[in-house]
């Protein structure tokens, strides 16, 4: 497919200051950030733009991914950071990008376009085009105490032991994240993407914890009643996951917000389930796959 003037097309190298301006314009994100996800993880051929008098107004970018189904895999493209410039809005700009998208899935032989809506308005939106709520996040929240009683019960006799915690690298973090969800259905992300969005964590003032076999991503804040909160954005664990929430309750914090798969044993606290992302099954054997997963992960959102 090679570039339209006017119309759905893919980037070109001549492109990166309109994406990044278009980035900044919709997300508000500074520029080291974009421009490390552009050198990074994005690239002309997963770019799909829309352009109006060959300027870019529109864009999304694909990111390529597996998607685990039971003990299948699939080609998937993460369908991320999907942005029409704020004086273009509402002239149908992002559908063309969306089936610009499609086409080029079944083109390439691609089985799921997976993305995650940020609000019950664009739920709605990409419903029109066959994406269905197919992944799930559950979030647990407790107090500290409530914390320090789970991790002691889920502490194996083998696990009393101090726990060290060792450099943080997504090289461990890949491994571990494997392991981890192997039981489920969930998105896998390859190193280089793993790599930005460890990078996107920590600029964003996120902190890191793991051990030899388990990790968690955290964020702390201060909530509208000055409670210190501790929410962690992804821990998974191999062996025994109490280690890791004895470490948790380490850091001090008033209350405890730990999002985890569907699926997952960890059970305590004030618990619920709700959709965190969607689908769109393209091949044939995507839609009969589709019809077997139940509380998929995506887990690590981009962004």
């Known amino acids: 497919m090679e570039m339209q003037f006017t119309g759905p097309g893919l980037a070109s190298g001549a492109d990166i200051e309109m994406l990044t301006a278009l980035w900044s314009s919709s997300f508000g994100d500074p520029e080291p950030l974009i421009r ?5 993880v994005a690239s002309n051929e997963n770019t799909v733009v829309y352009r109006e008098d060959g300027r870019v107004v529109s864009c999304a970018f694909l990111i390529p991914a597996i998607l685990h189904i039971g003990r299948d895999t699939y080609r998937a493209y993460y369908f991320y950071a999907a942005a029409t410039l704020p004086d273009e809005r509402r002239q149908g700009y992002m559908e063309q990008v969306i089936r610009f998208s499609r086409s080029l899935c079944e ?3 691609i089985d799921f376009l ?3 809506p940020t609000n019950n308005d664009l739920y709605q939106y990409f419903s029109r085009f066959g994406f269905r709520a197919n992944f799930y996040l559950k979030t647990t929240e407790m107090d500290r105490g409530q914390l320090a009683a789970l991790a002691e019960k889920m502490v194996s006799g083998d696990g009393e032991e101090a726990a060290v915690p060792v450099a943080f690298a997504p090289t461990e973090m890949q491994a571990i994240r494997e392991q981890a969800l192997a039981a489920g259905s969930w998105l ?9 969005l460890f990078f996107d964590h920590v600029f964003r003032g996120g902190k890191t914890l793991l051990l030899p076999d388990g ?8 909530d509208d009643s000055g409670e210190r909160v501790l929410k962690v954005r992804e821990l998974c664990s191999v ?6 929430l004895k470490e948790l309750v380490a850091v001090e914090a008033d209350r405890y917000v730990l999002n985890l798969p569907a699926f997952d044993s960890i059970r305590g606290g004030r618990t619920a389930t709700g959709r965190a992302g969607m689908d769109l099954a393209i091949s044939k054997e995507a839609v009969r796959a589709e019809r077997s997963m139940k509380n998929a992960y995506i ?5």
């Open 36 to 40: 490390n996800f552009l050198t990074v």
């Open 107 to 109: 083109e390439r032989g």
């Open 239 to 244: 062996g025994d996951p109490g280690k890791l």
């Open 299 to 303: 887990g690590l959102t981009l962004g």
């Open 188 to 196: 896998e992300f390859d190193r280089s993407t793993l790599q930005y």
């Open 215 to 222: 990790y968690a991503l955290y964020e702390l804040s201060e």
């Open 114 to 116: 997976v993305l995650v």
